[in-house]
Nanobody
Framework: QVQLAESGGGLVQAGGSLRLSCTFP????????LGWFRQVPGKEREFVAS?????GSTYYAESVKGRFTVSRDNDLYLQMNSLRPEDTGVYYC??????????????????????WGKGTQVSVSS
């Protein structure tokens, strides 16, 4: 069905940077709140960052505020700077129609998320 596609993950030392991208082939998501989640084994998928529209409002988890920047044009991006080992995980992009604001995505039931990517691995070594 509808599948978002993440890229840009990899292995980086603490303090380094990565830029993740999420593509939406053949579809328009201009009216969706878009965002990023991450997950490690044994833990629930957790919110990272979201953006309401192109050039619109953004919202960040406290743990990444000041280090990560989410942006979008036709695609979705996550610029990750000053990476820490605790940032390690599989990162998923997501699209939400019912999330009327960027902040809403942070607390919404994951069942409400309309579309998910398959995930891209981010590994940060100490």
């Amino acid at each position: 069905q509808v599948q978002l596609a993440e890229s840009g993950g990899g292995l980086v030392q603490a303090g380094g940077s990565l830029r993740l991208s999420c593509t939406f082939p053949g579809r328009t998501f201009s009216q969706y709140v878009l965002g990023w989640f991450r997950q490690v084994p044994g833990k629930e998928r957790e919110f990272v960052a979201s953006i309401r529209s192109t050039g619109g409002s953004t919202y960040y988890a406290e743990s990444v505020k000041g280090r990560f920047t989410v942006s979008r044009d036709n695609d979705l991006y996550l610029q990750m700077n000053s990476l820490r080992p605790e940032d390690t995980g599989v990162y998923y992009c997501a699209a939400c129609w019912k999330c009327t604001t960027a902040r809403t995505m942070a607390g919404v039931d994951h069942n409400v998320i309309d579309y998910w990517g398959k995930g891209t691995q981010v590994s940060v070594s100490s």
